[in-house]
């Protein structure tokens, strides 16, 4: 079974900042990866997927993610954090089973902007 | 406009009772999944459903059941079995049949006192 890896529960930044919050997988087929955002007592929107070609791969908001197959990570970046940005992020990597296809979530990294 | 939704948004029931979380989407998905949230814990998957009258079990589906009945609903009851059933609920759908993106509903937060 796939499994996804956030390092870091919880990420502090200052507005204007470098944001950077990290995803590994594991799978034994070449993966479909995702990032997701949620804002409190919210539903998550999709930010961004990799599913094949170019490895870096722009999402909305600013924020983008490379696919790197060596070091088995879906790394989230986004030049400069905004206050708007505050939310928690999911990484998610795709399996099948037979006929079936689901997400396997990471625990998810909290972001926190200060000002 | 397009989307999925859950319903009722907050839920507050008695320890013993069972209770049922509506979803419904108008995407025109075949694909419908629930996952429950528990802080720290990120989403883990209870049921899911690919087609009309068929579902499977996720990683977490003791204490819940689910049917599938028409294209648009997937409903998720969680019975007096569930032995912690207070948690953040999340419906969501997707086209089936590949490696596609999951569309998200807003929530419904059961508590259980």
């Known amino acids: 079974a796939q499994s996804v890896t956030q390092l870091g529960s919880h990420v502090s930044v200052s507005e204007g900042a470098l944001v950077l919050l990290r995803c590994n997988y594991s799978?034994?087929?070449?993966?479909?990866l995702f990032w997701y955002v949620q804002y409190p007592n919210q539903g998550l929107q999709l930010l961004l997927k990799?599913?094949?070609?170019?490895?870096l791969v722009k999402g909305i908001n600013g924020f983008e993610a490379e696919f790197k197959k060596s070091e088995t990570s879906f790394h989230l970046t986004k030049p400069s954090a905004h206050m708007s940005d505050a939310a928690e992020y999911f990484c998610?990597?795709?399996?099948?089973?037979?006929?079936?296809?689901?997400?396997?979530f990471g625990k998810g990294t909290l972001l926190t902007v200060n000002p | 406009d397009g989307g999925i939704t859950q319903s009722p948004k907050y839920l507050f029931r008695k320890e013993g009772q069972n209770v049922t979380l509506s979803c419904e989407q108008n995407l025109n998905h075949d694909a419908m999944y629930w996952y429950r949230q528990d802080p720290g814990q990120g989403l883990r998957l209870i049921y899911y459903?690919?087609?009309?009258?068929?579902?499977q079990k996720g990683d977490i589906a003791e204490g819940y059941s689910v049917s599938r009945e028409k294209k648009e609903s997937f409903p998720l009851t969680v019975t007096s079995a569930q032995k912690n059933p207070t948690a953040f609920y999340l419906c969501a759908s997707g086209l089936a049949g590949g490696f596609y993106e999951q569309f998200f509903g807003p929530g419904t937060r059961l508590t259980v006192l």
């Open positions: 990799y599913t094949t070609g170019a490895t």
């Open positions: 799978s034994s087929v070449p993966p479909y």
């Open positions: 459903s690919q087609i009309v009258n068929d579902f």
């Open positions: 998610a990597v795709s399996e099948s089973g037979g006929s079936n296809y689901k997400l396997t």
